[in-house]
């Protein structure tokens, strides 16, 4: 029997086939493909009981065609060489679907975050970083790192620190890493970006009719029924999303612990206190425990939203999968023989690529903001305010009505720094898919969203190389 593809042969296997439905130089479609630089440090550091520890942590940075290069940390068992390089490459193409200007690049670090005190993670974190610095892996125009399994704004405030500390005299030097804490110059909306981006394409893909009614399925996100895996920062935000502004009806969740179903409904904040009150979400009121986390994944659904780790979705249960419409809200969780069967089923699988794009997407905001110095908003907010008070008195004068305080208060609003970034985030999403749909509805059947995503990707990186030519 052939040996598994590892998760980055799995990527450059989706790569390989949507390259073949473009006529790039084979030269340049390697070098798209390639990892630029990839590197291991090991590392010690002292237990809080005086032992000492040998850390392994990775940094692969994909594609140097645009800098700096963007993409998260995370702290995780399953960190290896090849999981950083599969994410890192994922970033890139992620990064090219939303049109955000950075290359790609993942980092790990091979630990049980939640073995450890938090005296212990503050100086594995500011450790890594000081190694990241030395092999200039970070900075706010080379390599740009944010959260992602295990890690948050915690690690990301220690990691601008330990930065600043390291280079004072960069006066950007707080864009060296995004999802920071508000405080220390992070963004509004950044923690809940992710599961808020999956909500705006999936309410996007759902309101074309047409492609719903492909799928058997009616228009608009309100009474479909979804079922989530893991509610992490991720999950929990895109079911919390699709519930409280989709309509959407949670029918299933999944977590480490097992799965629950309710075809009437599982309120999301009530499941998320039952969880930290219980330690599971086993035994949640009016929902059934399922016999194991993998029934979770075959409910009977429209939406399957895996948003754990990667590999969730295989050839061992892809056969079962009943749901319509795949979002994958982790990276890799769908394998790419388990995607091509989807493709055969009909079943509509939204890429991560895509449809999790919107935590990069606000890091990008945050990182202008970090290089602008410059809350979003603080110029204009008050100047539009008045320019439309202006308006609506005129408006009065002319007809006659006097508007109430409440209309008043409504219409003319200058916008705070979460408006303009959830906006931003929005448009973001939808002319994204839009963009991979004309790409999807071209291939007239011949490949499936995943690869029109990836064509959409390479295209664009392939452009960024002939534009600027190759260094001779
Ligand atoms: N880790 C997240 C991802 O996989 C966010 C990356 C970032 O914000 O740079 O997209």
Same mark, same amino acid.
């Given at each position: 029997?052939?040996?598994?593809?590892?998760?980055?042969?799995?990527?450059?296997?989706?790569?390989?086939?949507?390259?073949?439905?473009?006529?790039?130089?084979?030269?340049?479609?390697?070098?798209?493909?390639?990892?630029?630089?990839?590197?291991?440090?090991?590392?010690?550091?002292?237990?809080?009981?005086?032992?000492?520890?040998? &850390?392994?942590?990775?940094? #692969?940075?994909?594609?140097?065609?645009?800098?700096?290069? %963007? !993409? /998260? +940390? @995370?702290? =995780?068992?399953?960190?290896?060489?090849?999981?950083?390089?599969?994410?890192?490459?994922? &970033?890139?193409?992620?990064? #090219?679907?939303?049109?955000?200007?950075?290359?790609?690049? %993942? !980092? /790990? +670090? @091979?630990? =049980?975050?939640?073995?450890?005190?938090?005296?212990?993670?503050?100086?594995?974190?500011?450790?890594?970083?000081?190694?990241?610095?030395?092999?200039?892996?970070?900075?706010?125009?080379?390599?740009?790192?944010?959260?992602?399994?295990?890690?948050?704004?915690?690690?990301?405030?220690?990691?601008?620190?330990?930065?600043?500390?390291?280079?004072?005299?960069?006066?950007?030097?707080?864009?060296?890493?995004?999802?920071?804490?508000?405080?220390?110059?992070?963004?509004?909306?950044?923690?809940?970006?992710?599961?808020?981006?999956?909500?705006?394409?999936?309410?996007?893909?759902?309101?074309?009719?047409?492609?719903?009614?492909?799928?058997?399925?009616?228009?608009?996100?309100?009474?479909?029924?979804?079922?989530?895996?893991?509610?992490?920062?991720?999950?929990?935000?895109?079911?919390?999303?699709?519930?409280?502004?989709?309509?959407?009806?949670?029918?299933?969740?999944?977590?480490?612990?097992?799965?629950?179903?309710?075809?009437?409904?599982?309120?999301?904040?009530?499941?998320?206190?039952?969880?930290?009150?219980?330690?599971?979400?086993?035994?949640?009121?009016?929902?059934?425990?399922?016999?194991?986390?993998?029934?979770?994944?075959?409910?009977?659904?429209?939406?399957?939203?895996?948003?754990?780790?990667?590999?969730?979705?295989?050839?061992?249960?892809?056969?079962?999968?009943?749901?319509?419409?795949?979002?994958?809200?982790?990276?890799?969780?769908?394998?790419?023989?388990?995607?091509?069967?989807?493709?055969?089923?009909?079943?509509?699988?939204?890429?991560?690529?895509?449809?999790?794009?919107?935590?990069?997407?606000?890091?990008?905001?945050?990182?202008?903001?970090?290089?602008?110095?410059?809350?979003?908003?603080?110029?204009?907010?008050?100047?539009?305010?008045?320019?439309?008070?202006?308006?609506?008195?005129?408006?009065?004068?002319?007809?006659?009505?006097?508007?109430?305080?409440?209309?008043?208060?409504?219409?003319?609003?200058?916008?705070?720094?979460?408006?303009?970034?959830?906006?931003?985030?929005?448009?973001?999403?939808?002319?994204?898919?839009?963009?991979?749909?004309?790409?999807?509805?071209?291939?007239?059947?011949?490949?499936?969203?995943?690869?029109?995503?990836?064509?959409?990707?390479?295209?664009?990186?392939?452009?960024?190389?002939?534009?600027?030519?190759?260094?001779?």
């Amino acid at each position: 029997m052939s040996e598994p593809l590892t998760f980055f042969d799995q990527v450059n296997r989706n790569f390989d086939k949507a390259a073949a439905f473009t006529n790039h130089p084979h030269g340049i479609l390697e070098q798209i493909k390639q990892i630029n630089s990839v590197i291991h440090f090991a590392f010690p550091i002292k237990r809080d009981d005086g032992s000492i520890q040998v &850390m392994h942590g990775w940094r #692969a940075e994909h594609s140097h065609h645009k800098l700096p290069t %963007k !993409g /998260g +940390i @995370r702290y =995780a068992m399953t960190v290896n060489e090849d999981e950083v390089m599969a994410l890192a490459a994922l &970033m890139t193409y992620k990064c #090219a679907i939303v049109n955000v200007p950075f290359g790609g690049a %993942k !980092g /790990g +670090i @091979r630990i =049980a975050a939640h073995e450890y005190s938090e005296g212990e993670l503050e100086r594995i974190t500011r450790r890594f970083t000081f190694e990241l610095f030395n092999k200039h892996f970070i900075g706010p125009g080379l390599d740009v790192p944010a959260p992602d399994f295990g890690t948050g704004p915690r690690e990301m405030a220690w990691i601008a620190d330990t930065y600043s500390t390291l280079a004072p005299h960069d006066i950007n030097a707080l864009g060296c890493v995004t999802a920071k804490p508000v405080s220390e110059g992070g963004i509004d909306g950044r923690v809940e970006a992710t599961g808020r981006g999956v909500f705006y394409g999936l309410r996007e893909v759902c309101s074309v009719a047409e492609d719903m009614r492909g799928l058997g399925l009616s228009p608009g996100l309100e009474g479909k029924r979804v079922v989530v895996q893991g509610l992490g920062n991720v999950g929990y935000h895109t079911a919390k999303f699709l519930q409280e502004d989709g309509g959407a009806v949670i029918v299933g969740a999944i977590e480490h612990e097992g799965a629950i179903a309710k075809r009437t409904g599982i309120d999301v904040e009530a499941l998320m206190a039952h969880r930290r009150e219980t330690g599971s979400i086993l035994g949640f009121p009016g929902a059934t425990d399922l016999a194991s986390r993998e029934l979770g994944l075959e409910l009977d659904c429209d939406i399957l939203v895996p948003a754990a780790l990667e590999n969730a979705i295989t050839m061992d249960n892809a056969p079962r999968v009943k749901a319509k419409i795949i979002a994958e809200a982790a990276n890799g969780p769908t394998s790419s023989e388990a995607s091509d069967l989807f493709f055969e089923r009909g079943v509509l699988v939204l890429p991560d690529a895509f449809i999790n794009a919107g935590g990069v997407t606000v890091s990008y905001f945050e990182w202008l903001k970090n290089l602008e110095h410059v809350r979003f908003g603080r110029l204009e907010k008050r100047f539009d305010e008045q320019s439309a008070r202006r308006l609506l008195t005129a408006i009065e004068h002319a007809t006659g009505r006097a508007f109430s305080d409440q209309e008043i208060s409504s219409i003319a609003r200058g916008a705070e720094e979460i408006d303009l970034v959830n906006s931003g985030l929005e448009e973001t999403m939808i002319e994204a898919y839009h963009e991979i749909r004309e790409i999807f509805k071209r291939g007239g059947g011949a490949y499936d969203l995943r690869a029109a995503s990836m064509i959409d990707a390479i295209d664009k990186v392939a452009l960024a190389y002939a534009d600027r030519g190759i260094f001779p």
